[in-house]
Each structure stands twice: as structure tokens, then as C-alpha cells.
């Protein structure tokens, strides 16, 4: 079974910067999109970006153009890169590997990391 482990999190200042990786235990099928998704305390989870395996990325109307989605095939791995992060951004934010559609939809049948927590604060 597909695992996947989320690295990269921790305490930032707002406006600071941090890159989450995303590490799969084995090669994903020819056709996963990988994502990014977020829970915050007491709300439900978040898409946050995801990126098809053509390549057409996703982002959230609330991170675009703070926010970066990469992916390394041959590494088994995808990246997260968040800048000008805020408050609001505080979260635990899980990686995933699966379907990836334009309303950046957590899907159930995707494979899930266990999350990373990400915290913006003074």
C-alpha cells in the first residue's frame, strides 16, 4: 500500500516562508494527481492545491499567488512552497496522491499522508 509522508512543517512568522515535501514510498500510477490539502482546529479539510500528472495546477482563490505546488517523479515526491504565510494559514496540512480536480476536492479513495503541522504566529 501507498505511503506517504509529509516533512517541513513548524513555527513561522507572518510573512515568513516554508516548503512542505511529500514523500511516497513507491512510484504513483501513470495517472495520480498529487495534492495538498489543510484541517484547521474545529473546521473541516481544506484543498489547498494539486497538480495533475500533465501538469495543470489547482490553487485555492485564499493561497494563490503565495503558494507553490511542484512534484519530482523520479524522486516520488512533491513540494509545497508557501510564502508570505498569515495566521490564517495555520494549520495541519496532509498531503495526498490520487484524483485532483479543478474544486481541489479531498477525495476519500486518494492515499493520505499523516500531516504536518504548520503554524504562523509572533
Known amino acids: 500500500q501507498l505511503q506517504l509522508v509529509e516533512s517541513g512543517g513548524g513555527l513561522v512568522q507572518p510573512g515568513g516562508t516554508l516548503r512542505l515535501s511529500c514523500a511516497a514510498s513507491e512510484p504513483l500510477s501513470e495517472n495520480s494527481g498529487v495534492g495538498w490539502f489543510r484541517q484547521a482546529p474545529g473546521k473541516g479539510r481544506e484543498g489547498v492545491s494539486c497538480?495533475?500528472?500533465?501538469?495543470?495546477?489547482y490553487y485555492a482563490d485564499s493561497v494563490k499567488g503565495r503558494f507553490t505546488i511542484s512534484r519530482d517523479d523520479p524522486k516520488n515526491a512533491w513540494y509545497l512552497q508557501m510564502t508570505s504565510l498569515k495566521p490564517e494559514d495555520t494549520a495541519v496540512y496532509y498531503c495526498s496522491a490520487g484524483m485532483c480536480s479543478s474544486d481541489i476536492f479531498p477525495y476519500a479513495d486518494n492515499f493520505w499522508g499523516q500531516g504536518t503541522q504548520v503554524t504562523v504566529s509572533t
Open positions: 497538480m495533475r500528472r500533465s501538469g495543470t495546477t
